[in-house]
């Protein structure tokens, strides 16, 4: 019903910058309808929340980690989900979801290394 495809991650130095996307589809899902979010995961640890965006994009919510280094963003014409990422750190090396807030739809996700 819905598919999410997440894409733009790879490897990058400490202090680079990288921008992910999230592409949304499916034939009765109403993309600006819901608020999103990006997750990510790192090895051995739980899924931790990023940061969120509602419908319209007006209002965004971060983890502390990532406060003022992450972007969260959306282009509800093209029905997709963005992160840019600046100031990475090697603690952001992660495998990074989006997802439809309040439902379980997740992409597979896109992984992010950070070197030193």
């Known amino acids: 019903q819905v598919q999410l495809v997440e894409s733009g991650g790879g490897l990058v130095q400490a202090g680079g910058s990288l921008r992910l996307s999230c592409a949304a589809s499916?034939?009765?899902?109403?993309?600006?309808?819901?608020?999103m979010n990006w997750f990510r995961q790192a090895p051995g640890k739980e899924r931790e929340f990023v940061a969120r965006?509602?419908?319209?994009?007006?209002?965004?919510t971060y983890a502390d980690s990532v406060k003022g280094r992450f972007t969260i963003s959306r282009d509800n014409a093209k029905n997709t989900l963005y992160l840019q990422m600046n100031s990475l750190k090697r603690e952001d090396t992660a495998v990074y979801y989006c997802?439809?807030?309040?439902?379980?739809?997740w992409g597979q996700g896109t992984q992010v290394t950070v070197s030193s």
């Open positions: 499916g034939r009765t899902f109403m993309f600006s309808n819901y608020a």
């Open positions: 965006i509602n419908w319209s994009g007006a209002s965004t």
């Open positions: 997802n439809v807030f309040g439902l379980e739809y």
